[in-house]
């Protein structure tokens, strides 16, 4: 069954279903009003005019909660609040001592549908009229006690939850608000990339074109070299673009590990990552193939493992062929990862072998495990290099 964020509005029918279900789930505690419409031996007219009541009450009451976050204005909370309270003491007044229970939910719903000023105030007045309408009600005083309790817990913690709504909308838009901002700079930095290296190119381009339209009637062989100068610049231009597109596609390591921890905690996987890893003495390009298998690992675990847990570990060795940088990505999954090589894994497979690095992938008794290695090259890859971690675990 499809789940709802906490803080976030069902999306679907589905979504609706769900978070209906988990609001009505406390509605088991109207059990006293239903048995004393059934058992409590009231006439049938009696009956009919509780059952409306009741079923009133709790519609109303959904609809509070049910809208929580939503902005409403306090004052027709307030009023509905009110007319929630005023049905508790009617139904309690004229049908016995068992409709007290009723003001525990109008105190739930002040919690959940208020800011928490005004239910700090709310919920106690609603203490307050249901212990009046308690010591009214015959018999009523033996039930206060138990009704006092869950009346200001209930409405307590709703407080906490709405608040913890709030707090986690405002972190979403954050959070959209500095993706947003980052793919604007993203595009921003592109645009003068391509314009500090295009506009002198293009700029010359122009001018000799010009030049060799000039020559061309009278000087066809000083308008042909104008015409091989063109060829050469743009040439020049187009490996530049591809340079700069390169490396604007091409990922880092340590943003990889920090989308990482966020793709699997939103997947509900324990992540064991490496903090702040040292990458130096790294080349470029095998940074970023190991950043590319970083991605397609976790896109797997993600997607086919069902895995609980996600380890991740980037170590140094040293090899018959030199050192080398070790990342290794294991899952305790038994879903689809660990099967044949798709075009991820393919594909993953040439990149590595591009930077001089291999993969390995596989099953184990318990999961699925990739190893992705890449040469270390230059004096910082040391002769220690030999199973040091690059950074420590999370």
């Not at 049905?87 to 109008?106: H, I």
């Not at 307050?128 to 309790?149: F, H, N, Q």
């Amino acid at each position: 069954m499809s789940s709802v964020g906490i803080g976030q509005r069902p999306q679907n029918r589905k979504q609706q279903i769900v978070k209906v279900v988990w609001t009505g789930i406390w509605l088991v505690y109207l059990s006293a009003p239903v048995s004393d419409l059934v058992h409590g031996g009231h006439s049938t007219g009696v009956v009919v005019l509780g059952w409306i009541g009741l079923i009133a009450f709790v519609l109303w009451y959904g609809a509070l909660v049910f809208r929580t976050g939503r902005g409403d204005g306090n004052r027709m909370v307030l009023g509905s609040l009110g007319a929630l309270a005023t049905q508790a003491a009617v139904l309690s007044l004229t049908l016995g001592r068992e409709w007290l229970v009723l003001f525990v939910y109008v105190a739930i719903a002040a919690g959940a549908a208020l800011p928490l000023r005004w239910a700090r105030l709310t919920i106690p007045a609603v203490a307050a009229v249901l212990t009046t309408v308690a010591l009214i009600v015959p018999g009523g005083r033996a039930y206060l006690a138990g009704l006092l309790i869950p009346a200001f817990l209930g409405g307590f913690a709703m407080t906490g939850v709405r608040e913890l709504l709030r707090t986690t909308i405002a972190l979403r838009e954050a959070r959209a608000t500095v993706a947003q901002l980052a793919a604007n700079e993203e595009r921003l930095r592109l645009a003068r990339d391509l314009h500090d290296l295009l506009g002198h190119s293009l700029s010359l381009i122009t001018l000799k074109s010009e030049l060799a339209g000039r020559m061309l009637p009278d000087h066809p062989e000083k308008a042909a070299q104008q015409v091989a100068d063109i060829e050469q610049v743009s040439r020049q231009a187009l490996v530049d673009v591809r340079e700069a597109v390169t490396g604007y596609r091409r990922p880092r390591l340590a943003g990889e590990l920090a989308g990482t921890q966020v793709a699997l905690t939103a997947a509900g996987v324990r992540a064991d990552l490496p903090v702040e890893p040292d990458l130096t003495g790294v080349p470029e390009e095998s940074e970023s193939a190991l950043a590319w298998a970083l991605r397609e690992a976790v896109t797997n675990v993600v997607r086919h493992s069902g895995a609980r847990r996600c380890t991740v570990e980037l170590l140094r060795r040293q090899t018959l062929d030199g050192p080398v940088l070790e990342l290794s990505v294991e899952d305790d999954g038994s879903g689809g990862s660990g099967g044949s090589h798709g075009n991820g894994l393919t594909g993953l497979t040439e990149r590595l072998e591009k930077a001089g690095g291999t993969l390995e992938a596989g099953r184990m008794r318990h999961g699925f495990r990739l190893v992705a290695r890449v040469p270390l090259t230059g004096a910082e890859a040391g002769a220690d290099a030999a199973d040091d971690p690059v950074g420590s675990g999370a």
